[in-house]
């Protein structure tokens, strides 16, 4: 079992950058593949990026260059750097961990409650 905690989020302008947290517990945090993804009002919940057990990342096209998916074993932490942020980048962000999931939410079977990017133009 993970418990996933997401922090970071908030009100900001465009072109302001934000670092979005996601604390998990467990002791095989390690062996997780870790993905963000994000719901807007009104759309299906969509892939942002996820980083393996080996540090290797992959990016929605949407969000390449600016967004930056990180993760610190030590401290049980995967980070989501959003750089240059648009309007349309406003949503609910999630974390979530996976065995083995790549790009779609039923590939992960664990949820944070989300955390609210808003950003105005």
């Known amino acids: 079992q993970v418990q996933l905690v997401e922090s970071g989020g908030g009100l900001v302008q465009a072109g302001d950058s934000l670092r979005l947290s996601c604390a998990a517990s467990?002791?095989?945090?390690?062996?997780?593949?870790m993905g963000w993804f994000r719901q807007a009002p009104g759309k299906e919940r969509e892939f942002v990026a996820h980083i393996n057990w080996s540090d290797i990342t992959y990016y929605a096209d949407s969000v390449k260059g600016r967004f930056t998916i990180s993760r610190d074993n030590a401290k049980n932490t995967v980070y989501l750097q959003i750089d240059s942020l648009k309007p349309e980048d406003s949503a609910v962000y999630y974390c979530?961990?996976?065995?083995?999931?790549?790009?779609?939410?039923?590939?992960?079977?664990?949820w944070g409650q989300g955390t609210q990017v808003t950003v105005s133009s």
């Open positions: 979530a961990a996976s065995v083995s999931g790549i790009f779609y939410p039923y590939e992960y079977a664990y």
């Open positions: 467990g002791r095989t945090f390690s062996s997780y593949v």
